[in-house]
């Protein structure tokens, strides 16, 4: 199918990241959690899906499955602390 092999970034509304959807043999990734992954490339940041629904539905809410923190400060990164940092602004 074509359509898997299409790349797919879009910015984010939420967080202005930005979003790629993806499968996961496109990246070289294992596809055992699934084969379709949602990718933040602005905090390098990765979540896999069964479905390619699900993985655009995840595109849009990354503040959902974003997040990481950073090894030395131990404060959190990625789109969920860019999406709470706008609540609180
Ligand atoms: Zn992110």
């Known amino acids: 199918m074509d359509m898997e092999t299409a790349r797919i970034v879009r910015k984010n509304r939420r967080t202005g990241s930005e979003i ?3 499968t996961a043999d496109s990246q070289g990734m294992d596809p055992d959690g699934g084969k379709w992954v ?3 490339w602005t905090h ?3 979540m896999n899906h069964e479905t390619r ?8 809410t ?3 499955w974003c997040e990481g923190s950073d090894p030395d400060t131990r404060e959190s990164t990625g789109c969920r602390a860019v999406w709470e940092a706008k609540q609180e602004g």
């Open 20 to 22: 790629e959807v993806c």
């Open 38 to 40: 949602t990718l933040c």
């Open 44 to 46: 390098h940041t990765m």
């Open 53 to 60: 629904w699900e993985a655009d539905r995840a595109a849009t």
């Open 62 to 64: 990354p503040d959902d």
